[in-house]
């Protein structure tokens, strides 16, 4: 027989795992439960101490590590104290797991109403060694309903020498009765900059050498248990061999680095395609959770928000904070929207995507191609000499000074109201008339109690053919940007309350007759002019500029100078002008004005004198004159006093 040799040293094999060598043995070892140590520290010095303390809290966060040291303080040689000696026998045999009146249960695999049976039993024992006898019920949520009722005397009245430390991690599973009877302590899961801080000082005292990112990433991974991120350490150290680099640490965990993160936002940022595509196929060789990097772009984009929000809220929670304020500044805050919007879109489409690299790829391919101000991009032409092609390429006239009317931009989002508007007077393309004879149309009012969203998609009027030289139908993606645009309107309708006196400046053109609509005389809305002159913002509809251009034109004032007109359009809106809206828009005032008309737009404070505002005040006129007719309408008035009814102001719509 062959005896075994052995050389090295039996004190290597006595490897002890991070999670059990680091456990705290005092209370000032704890890291992240200051609220549930400062309440047990208090009790303890003031010997207000419960019979039955209950510790809940998901796994890894201390809740047994606790109940261990709440024994060493009430069983420690020295007396009922918070800071326990350490030295004496029943703190040794307490921390060496030995102490024989500590009795540790594991509910979970001693659920019987027998063994709890045998637990009460043994209660009126009084202790061998200890002070107080102590029963660490680990997973109590585990215990049958038989069991538990079989407790409940006993939890209720114990004799004085004992106390009862229950653990669980879900205590909605708990009976109210068991609830009502013990000092509930909720631990909270630790967050990664607690865990990373801890990481650092374990690592540092073990002489183990580690890169920063390798401890967020297992801070990160933890989910905010102290223990999973020891653990995951010790198997770090073993796969990086005696050493944590973020690289292996990446690999061993199937994520990427919070770097590779950086590099995608950057190539977003600056608006980089082939940067994108190649991080993409880069990280994609890792085979990563694609959710995952969604879930941390998420995450960043909302803090993001926030430090643009309420500069300064930002936190060191995930070792980002320089790059959380650096993308503050350098993304627009319709990007940040859009880019979050993007991500949580797709993340819940990676389910149904037949390949999740490609739902990940789209995800962020919509982040780039929809940005506010982003080129529109026409789709290929089919070359002249294209031998599949049976027909020759169809040239598109170019619109000229007597074409019908204008013609729909459909490459561009086209808001329009979606309930009919009777009273907006357009021209008809099918019977063109001189400029000359065309009637001045009554103002337009809106019948809405407020502005309604605007719907991405345009119908054409009557006799108006759609251009296909104007591109393919609008994205529902632009949605996201388009938001911006009914918030500013919103915030100019406000603004013209204050300027309801505001008397509009006149433009003199030549003579027209005006062939006004009947207007309700009890109607408070603002007079027409007279005639010969053109007043922008009640005339404006007569123009017939529809779509994004008729939009942001509404919300600019006008001023002519000669043969110039001038529209002061604020910020916002000036954003998302560009020269084909521009072209839209001086092409109608030429129509309208003659040829000579030339056309400057400026950024500035529109002032309340532009077309959106006094349709508002038009609105809100007619809403108030509608609330007060149905006030002292002698029939509603009968109606509110024999019934004594109200009226629901919100209900009333103007006729």
Known sequence: MVKPIFNGSWQNMSYQVLARKWRPRTFEDMVGQEHVL??????????????????????????????????????????????????????????????VDLIEIDAASRTGVDDMRELTDNVQYSPSRGRFK?????????????SFNAFLKTLEEPPEHVKFLLATTDPQKLPVTVLSRCLQFNLKRMTPEHIAGH??????????????????????????????????????????????????????????????????????????GPALLSEIGRISDFAPDYSVILADLLSLFHRVTMEQVVPGSVDNALGDAAQVESLARRLSAEDAQLFYQAALMGRKDLAVTPDARMGFEMTLLRMLAFRPGADRREPPAIASGDSSSGQEPREEPEPGPEAPGPQPELSEPQPELTKPQPEFSKPQPEQPEPVAEQAAPEPPVLEQAAPE??????????????DPADGPP???????????????????????????????????????????????????????????????????????????????????????????IVLTIDEGHARLLNARHEEKIGEALRKRFGDTITLRVEQGDAGGRTPAAWEERQRRARQKAAEEAIRNDPAVQSIVERFEARVVEQSIRPV
């Open 453 to 466: 969203p605007p719907v991405l998609e345009e119908v054409a009027p009557a006799g108006v053919a759609e």
């Open 199 to 272: 990481l650092r000082h374990v690592l540092t005292q073990e002489g183990i050498p580690f890169e920063e990112p390798a401890l967020w990433l297992l801070a990160r991974a933890a989910d905010g248990s102290m223990r999973d991120a020891l653990s995951l350490t010790d198997q770090a150290i073993a796969f990086g061999n005696q050493k944590l680099s973020g690289s292996d640490v990446s690999n061993m965990l199937g994520t990427i680095d919070q770097r590779d993160i950086e590099k995608l936002v950057n190539a977003l940022v600056e608006n980089d």
């Open 38 to 99: 400062q309440a047990l520290i208090h009790a303890l010095d003031n010997q207000r101490l419960h019979h039955a303390y209950l510790f809940t809290g998901t796994r890894g966060v201390g809740k047994t590590t606790i109940g261990r040291l709440l024994a060493r303080c009430l069983n420690c040689e020295t007396g009922v104290t918070a800071t326990p000696c350490g030295t004496c026998s029943s703190c040794q045999e307490i921390q060496e797991g030995r102490f």
């Open 474 to 564: 609008p994205v529902e993606a632009d949605e996201a940007w388009l938001a911006s645009l009914d918030a500013t309107a919103e915030s100019a309708a406000a603004e013209a309350e204050s300027v309801d006196d505001y008397t509009p400046e006149p433009v003199v053109e030549p003579a027209l007759e005006p062939e006004q609509a009947p207007v309700p005389a009890e109607l408070p809305v603002e007079s027409l002019p007279e005639s010969g002159e053109f007043v922008w913002e009640q005339h404006f509809r007569s123009l017939g500029i529809v779509g994004m251009p008729g939009n942001l034109a509404s919300n600019a004032a006008m001023s002519r100078h000669g043969d110039e």
């Open 134 to 146: 102590v029963y660490l019920i680990d997973e109590v949520h585990m215990l049958t309903n038989q």
